[in-house]
Each structure stands twice: as C-alpha cells, then as structure tokens.
C-alpha cells in the first residue's frame, strides 16, 4: 500500500537541468529516513523541459507556469500538491542528508508553529581553497536566521509552511516582488508564528563572478528603492543610507573574525575584501538611482538571472 505523502517539495526551475539534477539526487537520498514525500518539479519557460531529469528520479512530478518568476510557479506546484506540508527548495540547492526528517519532526513537535526556514550555506568548490565570493557569501549572503528572528520571513531556497496556512496567506508574489519577504512578513502581520530550524540545512553555489554578485544586488536595490517616496525626506534617508553602507565595512571587522561560517585568516580576509567591494558597489547604484535614469537598474528578472 503507498503511503500518502507528508511533505510536498516544490522546486521552481528555469535552464538549471544540471543543478536539478543534483538538488534531486540529494532529495532521493532522504527517502532513507523512511518518510514518504512527493517532489513536484516546476518549469517556467526553459528552452528545454527537464523531462528526461524529472524522470531519472522516482516519484518526481514535473508541472509548467507560463508565468515568470519563481513565485508563479512556486504558486503552481503548492496548488496541486498532495501533502498538508509544503517544503520549497531551489533548483540549484542540495538539502544537506536528515532535511525533510527535521523539517516534519519539529513541525511535528510545534503544532503551534505555522511556518519554519531552515539555515542555507555555501556550497564550496574547493573547500581547501575558497575564493573572495564563497568567503563574502558564507557570511553574508544567506542569514536565514537572521531572515526568520529578526524579519519575518523565511527563504524560498529552504522554507517549509503548513498546506493550509499557504492556502490562508495567499500565493507568492510575481516577478518584480520579492516574494519571500513579502509572503513571510504578511504571513507574520497575520498572526501565523515562524520558527528557524538550524537542523534543516541547505546548501547552494556561490555566485561565479562579482557581475553575478551585483546583479543579484541590483534586483534588491532595486525593489527597495520602488518602497520610497521620491523626494523630500524619504529621498534624504536613502542617500543618507548609502553613505552609511560606503562606511560600513569597517564595522564589520569583528563580525568577520568571530564568524564560524569561515576558517583562517586567509578566507575571513577574503571576506572583508569583497564586502568592502559589495558595500561601495550598492552606495553607488543607490546614489545612481536618487540622481540619474533608473530604468535599466528597475528591470531585474527571473528570466534575465536563468538564461
């Protein structure tokens, strides 16, 4: 007799058939813990459907949304499936082994607990030899902890929430959202209680390059610039702002040698350098966008990131 699904993962994909490979082999492996999940895969748009993918793991479900962006077709694979738990990962992540156990066990043990994140790190190249971006990455790129404790949300790379507080929140945003923070802290406005899972970990790459880095920033750049008033004081605060993070990398000193993300002094020196260069990398586009033409910066999308 099949047993009925406890956990329905999602995974939104778009011309990553390698990294969804890997992110499916790793989710097929916890099937050693013995809980019976279902794994719905969601293409939106490749040039090429990952069929041949999907199909060379068992028990995968490969759906389409023609709409882009991620939270569409997040959107798309909550509402057919099977299980009262929705786990979202990434195309491009790999859930560390005991992923799916920790998340059912402590929502298990938590009924009062609506939704949960679950820690992300960087997937090293070479462990013994990182570079600035995976050194700067593993400290900065993903506080999920942080994301939950402080602010309300929970990242989309590793997020778990029950089927029927989804269905109560409502669906992701589209493409010019960001759709995790928006969702979470709605979530949270509503009264639904989130909760960090340190056990459930996964890990994703690093960016490739420092091009790749910043169009990642220009897209959160870009999204909190559309949240203020042009002009008067909001306008004031956010150059006041920039200046601020131009600074700020002196301050990060500690944080950088206490943190135990990375090892040696080597990588947390690496760190240091390529936030200083993140930091005034994001002053400028800020400054750019109180002063100059903004378009270009504005459009960040889904499909420009995945083609």
Not at 263 to 281: E, F, H, P
């Amino acid at each position: 007799m099949r047993l009925s699904p406890r956990v329905s993962v999602v995974i939104p994909h778009l011309n990553e058939p390698a990294d969804l490979r890997r992110c499916l082999r790793a989710l097929a492996a916890q099937r050693v813990d013995g809980i019976p999940f279902e794994i719905i895969v969601v293409d939106n748009g490749s040039a090429e459907l990952p069929a041949a993918v999907c199909a060379a793991v068992p028990g995968v479900r490969l759906e389409s949304e023609p709409i882009p962006g991620p939270g569409p077709a997040r959107n798309h694979g909550a509402s057919v499936a099977q299980a009262d738990l929705l786990a979202f990962i990434d195309a491009d992540c790999i859930a560390e082994p005991g992923w799916i156990r920790s998340i059912v066990e402590f929502m298990d043990q938590n009924p009062g607990v609506d939704f949960v994140g679950g820690d992300i790190r960087i997937l090293l190249s070479d462990p013994d030899r990182i570079t600035a971006i995976e050194a700067y990455e593993s400290i900065y790129s993903y506080r999920a902890q942080r994301y939950v404790e402080q602010h309300g949300f929970a990242a989309t790379g590793n997020m778990a929430v029950r089927a029927e507080v989804f269905r109560a929140v409502g669906p992701f945003g589209g493409i010019s959202s960001m759709e995790d923070t928006e969702w979470g802290q709605k979530a949270t406005a509503k009264g639904y209680k989130i909760a960090y899972v340190a056990d459930a970990t996964v890990r994703t790459a690093s960016c490739k390059s420092f091009s790749e880095l910043t169009r990642r920033w220009d897209r959160h750049i870009a999204h909190e610039f559309r949240q203020i008033k042009r002009g008067g004081m909001s306008l004031a605060k956010w150059v006041a702002t920039s200046g601020i993070i131009a600074a700020s990398p002196g301050g990060e000193v500690v944080r950088i040698l206490r943190s135990d993300r990375v090892s040696g002094l080597r990588d947390k020196c690496l760190a240091l350098a390529c936030l200083t260069r993140v930091r005034l990398y994001r002053a400028r586009r800020m400054l750019g966008l109180a002063f100059h033409d903004n378009t270009a910066l504005m459009v960040g999308s889904w499909n420009r990131e995945n083609s």
